[in-house]
């Protein structure tokens, strides 16, 4: 990548392919000591799971953000697959005439909607993905930045696509056949941790090759509503988002009072906050329905989220018992995440006179799910072993 930039969505991958790298190490570790009570072999593979869902993740975030950056300044050339995005009539209604969501809301929702069940690890489907938000022939690029930076045993477009085939083909080897060797049947394939780092090295390299062929984002433009910075609303915020920031400032002191989180009231529908486990949060947001309270499970591999899931849905009866009420257990087939939720059916943002009431009912739905789910043993912090990750 060129020297003076970088994107979140990069750097989010950075850190997850270091959450494997992690694996690895304590895989090294436990090796070493000789343990004999499992196989040291399924933290190495779960750590070559980990990573190429961690590319999986990476190629969406920067499809969405860039997309959405694209969408919202027209002075940005776009690409020609960029016009081939659809969208359906229903978000055009409700930004265009009714002004019941921004464009930057509803289409970021469209985008997670569209691509989120989609699957970004073979070459073929980055290559088709990115297509959208970039004009250059991406493997030929990939292979050119790589000739040029001289890395390793990765030198062309041949290598780095054959590459990346061999890493997700293993990877579904893992997943889907439990890694048995295709001659017997019977034994697994061996694997080693050195053999798991190289992978995670391969992929960081394509990655950033990859990023570099993307080139720096496009600049995501603001509307500004206020010339100068005023105790009444913050520069370069939409009406709507200024409204989302004076609600959640205003129930900062509930936020402050429990200790949820120390983050700034956000200007945007949602404010999630950490759960205490990586990959799931606890989350309060405005929806088109009204208004959201729940827990939500947003690890980077989908089929660790549905294991921590079926954990809390095997023990529904109890914890809806304990939280007093309704709640839905949405799997949410077509995603990669799952949610425990429930709903208050109405409000809407722009009626201030209600926000009181949606406070109260924000702040005692989160102490008593989160109680519920404390009293069956708190957030699950189980990891899906490597042969139930679906593609």
Known sequence: MEEGWTTAAFQ???????????????????????????????LYRAAWVQAVSALDHWVHRELYDRALGFALNVDQPRPPRFFDLQIPMQMFEDVHHHGSVTLQEAFATHLRSHFGHQSFQAPDKIRQA??????????????????????????SQAEAVECLRNIVNRRNRIAHETDRDPEDGTTRLSISADEVMQTIEHVELIAAAIATVLGAPPVMPVQPVHDVESENGAIGLTPKQELYRQFWTEFKPVVERHGWTKSNPPAQNWWNMPAGVTGAVWGLSYAMFGCRSELYFEHVDPATNLARWRV?????????AGFGGELFFDELPKNKGCRIETRLNGPKITDRAGWPQVHRWLEDTQLRLRAAVDAVGGVPTVVAPPDSTDV
């Open 312 to 320: 809390l849905h095997e023990r529904r009866d109890e914890i809806m």
């Open 130 to 155: 990115l297509g959208h938000v970039s004009t250059e022939p991406l493997w030929p690029s990939v292979g050119k930045v790589l000739a040029a930076n001289g890395n390793g045993d990765l030198k």
């Open 12 to 42: 989010g991958l950075r850190d997850n392919l270091n959450y494997a790298r992690d694996l690895v190490s304590g895989g090294n570790l436990l090796e070493k000591l000789g343990t004999r009570k499992f196989d040291v072999g399924d």
